[in-house]
Structure formats: C-alpha cells, structure tokens
C-alpha cells in the first residue's frame, strides 16, 4: 500500500489564508515543508481519504489523474474534509475520457445531506448517475473491491457522527485519525476484535508539539499517548510507521522543529507529497 500525503494543513492551510502570524508568515518566506495545503491523502492512485477544496491543486502539483478515482472516503462535513462542489464537473462536458466511469463516496449521513445539498444548483443528471454515495456507521466493515473499509467513531463534532478509517489492502492496514481527539481504548480494543492491525497509523496534530488532553485535535504528546496506547490493545504491527498529520499554524515550531520534537518517539512528521509505501511480509 502506497500512501502520498497530498496535503497536511487543517482547515486554514499553512500558511493560512487570511493570516498574518509569525508561523505564517515565516512559513510563507521558507517554503519548502512549512507550505501546507488542506489534509488529503492519496492510497494506491485509486482511492482519496477526504477530499478537500485544495484537491484541484493537488491534481496539478502532483499531476493526478483524478478519473481514476473510484473510492473516496470523507470523514466529517468540515469544508477541509469534504468539498462536494467539484464532483459536479466529474462528467458531462466538463470532463472527458474519464478513466473510470464511476466512483464510490463512502461518508455518513451528515456529509451524504450536504453533498446533496451542495451539488443540487449544478450537477447534471448524466454526472450524479456515476457517482454512488454509501453511508456508513462506526463500526461498519465494508469491502470495497479489494479493500476492506472500517469506519470508526471520531471524537470531533458534537452532532455529527465524525468518522476516521481503518484500510486494508492486500495484508497492509493503514489506521486514518484526522480529525479527532485522542480516542479511547474501547474503539482500539473493538478494532482489534475486527481484524485490523495497522502498518501505518497517520494521526491528526492539529495543535503541534503540546499535549491538549482531550477535545477535538491533538497535539504531538497526545499521539504520543495514542501510540503506547495501540501497541497495549495490540493493533499496531511492531514496525509500524505512526505519522503525524493536519497541522496548523498555531504552533510556534516549523517543519523542522516539530519533526525535532517528534523523532524521539519514533512519529514522522509528513509535510506535503510525503510518500509512505508498506508491502505484506
Ligand atoms: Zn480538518
Ligand atoms: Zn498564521
Ligand atoms: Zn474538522
């Protein structure tokens, strides 16, 4: 299983739109790994975990062929997670020679109302018939061609059922936590009883180098506690590649200072185009 990290900025992007912060504005003179867009990542060339407003930009820094997308997995209906105006140009005159005629939006119910919604002004008949939009619940299992699918209950909006994924593919499992705060032991432990074990867990660190506790983000010390706590309930392979992902620009560190303060627990830190690649043993 391939993954590249198309993006790994929460919501406001690195630097953020509107800002003027010292990060922001030193991130803008470096470049480099501090330039952050909004979290997506790409698995295998044919499947999206989230999809947000930046993944037209994403098309063209890293040349996709986005017809070739048949999967594509949202978690919550945050504008960085889920921008359903574009799907209205997969088709019709906007869009020819697609690769793959159709493609499958896995999401709750929350995200399935606001696609709808959002796309109601413009899609085109011939373009909503070849997309296929499949809800699901913590806790469903879901084969999808070769890759099976578990959704698990994120700890983020109150309201919605917020949800982050486990991946399997051809006996590699890749365990997706943004966005949401730490999560109990209970949803390891049940993801356990259900097969999974993680070659690759990509957790979210919204707010950089702090431990924040609780809530709805974490920091790089509470993906430190989520690791201990993975490798207790056992759902983590022992050479497993944790990450930390969706950062923002309320941190004090740049790139270089969080990977710093990340290496000594063994947790990579991605920046944008990173690539994680993890073959069956
Ligand atoms: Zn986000
Ligand atoms: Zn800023
Ligand atoms: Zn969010």
């Known amino acids: 299983m391939k993954l590249t990290f198309l993006g790994t900025a929460a919501a406001e ?17 470096r470049g480099g790994k501090d330039i952050r867009t909004r979290s997506q990542i790409l698995i295998d060339g044919d499947t999206l975990f989230d999809f947000p407003m930046d993944t037209y930009l994403h098309m063209l820094r890293y040349k996709l062929d986005l017809s070739k997308i048949t999967r594509v997995l949202i978690t919550h209906a945050h504008m960085d997670h889920c921008y359903p105006q574009e799907f209205c140009m997969r088709g019709g005159p906007f869009a020819h020679d697609m690769t793959e005629p159709r493609v499958t939006v896995y999401c709750n119910s929350t995200v399935r109302d606001m696609f709808m919604a959002d796309t109601a002004r413009e899609i085109r008949d011939e373009v909503k018939s070849g ?3 499949k809800t699901v619940e913590p806790y469903d299992s879901v084969m999808s061609g070769d890759v099976k699918l578990i959704a698990l209950p994120a700890s983020h909006t109150v309201g919605e059922k917020c949800l982050v994924y486990y991946v399997e593919r051809r ?16 949803v390891f432990v049940r993801l356990k009883s259900m097969g999974a074990k993680a070659d690759i867990a990509a957790l979210d660190c919204t707010y950089g180098a702090i431990r924040h506790g609780t809530g709805r983000h974490m ?3 509470d993906i430190v506690d989520q690791y201990a706590l993975m490798n207790k309930v056992g759902i983590l392979s022992s050479d497993a590649r ?8 309320n941190t004090d560190l740049d790139y270089d200072g969080i990977a710093a303060a990340a290496r000594p627990y063994g947790i990579t ?10 073959i069956a043993k």
């Open 13 to 29: 992007g690195v630097p953020a739109v509107f800002c003027n912060c010292p990060t922001c504005l030193r991130a803008k003179q």
């Open 269 to 278: 830190v991605a920046y944008d185009g990173m690539t994680v690649e993890k």
């Open 131 to 133: 997309i296929e939009l």
């Open 219 to 221: 920091g790089l010390y």
């Open 171 to 186: 006996g590699v499992g890749a365990l997706l936590m943004n966005d949401t705060g730490p999560l109990s032991e209970d």
């Open 242 to 249: 944790v990450i930390a992902t969706h950062l923002s620009h």
